[in-house]
Antibody, heavy 115, light 107 residues
Framework: EVQLVESGGGLVQPGGSLRLSCAAS????????MTWVRQAPGKGLEWVAD????????HCVDSVKGRFTISRDNAKNSLFLQMNSLRGEDTAVYYC????????WGQGTLVTVSS | DIQMTQSPSSLSASVGDRVSITCRAS??????LGWYQQKPGKAPKRLIY???SLQSGVPSRFSGSGSGTEFTLTISSLQPEDFATYYC?????????FGPGTKVDIK
């Protein structure tokens, strides 16, 4: 059974940092692109970033460029999102998902940026 | 960036109704489009990929069509479990972008 489990969310002050993790199981992690998608409270979905299966290529939305870094550890079947210089508008549930995104999503982890 | 619009933004329908949602892209995206269903408090679920291919395990009452700039998600006979918000997503060029969503509720 495919499982994606996010962790690392929480309350952080503006300007602070958080590192989200996504633990994957039930499939060959190293063969699939992975994606982060977020959803601010009461708002729609926003694609945030993705990363190639071997980690050699990644892309992100302009609003997080220079602040967020997506990475992966294929040996540990894990996806990460390092978030620095956090702003109020980064407050959201963050989902990891397989593919562009595709058929498998985690349950999400809530990030709240507030003083 | 490619902008995605959806219409309508919301609709009220009855069980058994045929429902269609339209998604338009600001430039051609071939068939690089997916449709997602999201229920409150839950992660999204992909229904359709490549504009018209049904995701495994998704009921056949869901179908997708279109190519280029205009796409449609159709539910042939609305069921109680289909009341949700639906999003389209283009993955033709970066940054990938979602439509604003269409909320389907009970009439």
């Amino acid at each position: 059974e495919v499982q994606l489990v996010e962790s690392g969310g929480g309350l952080v002050q503006p300007g602070g940092s958080l590192r989200l993790s996504c633990a994957a199981s039930g499939f060959t992690f190293s063969t699939i692109w992975m994606t982060w998608v977020r959803q601010a409270p009461g708002k729609g979905l926003e694609w945030v970033a993705d990363i190639r299966k071997d980690g050699s290529e990644n892309h992100c939305v302009d609003s997080v460029k220079g602040r967020f870094t997506i990475s992966r550890d294929n040996a540990k079947n894990s996806l990460f999102l390092q978030m620095n210089s956090l702003r109020g508008e980064d407050t959201a549930v963050y989902y990891c998902a397989t593919g562009s995104p595709g058929g498998y999503w985690g349950q999400g982890t809530l990030v709240t940026v507030s003083s | 960036d490619i902008q995605m619009t959806q219409s309508p933004s919301s609709l009220s329908a009855s069980v058994g109704d045929r429902v269609s949602i339209t998604c338009r892209a600001s430039q051609g995206i071939r068939n690089d489009l997916g449709w997602y269903q999201q229920k409150p408090g839950k992660a999204p679920k992909r229904l359709i990929y490549a504009a018209s291919s049904l995701q495994s395990g998704v009921p056949s009452r869901f179908s997708g069509s279109g190519s280029g700039t205009e796409f449609t998600l159709t539910i042939s006979s609305l069921q109680p479990e289909d009341f949700a918000t639906y999003y389209c997503l283009q993955h033709n060029s970066y940054p990938f972008t979602f439509g604003p969503g269409t909320k389907v509720d009970i009439k």
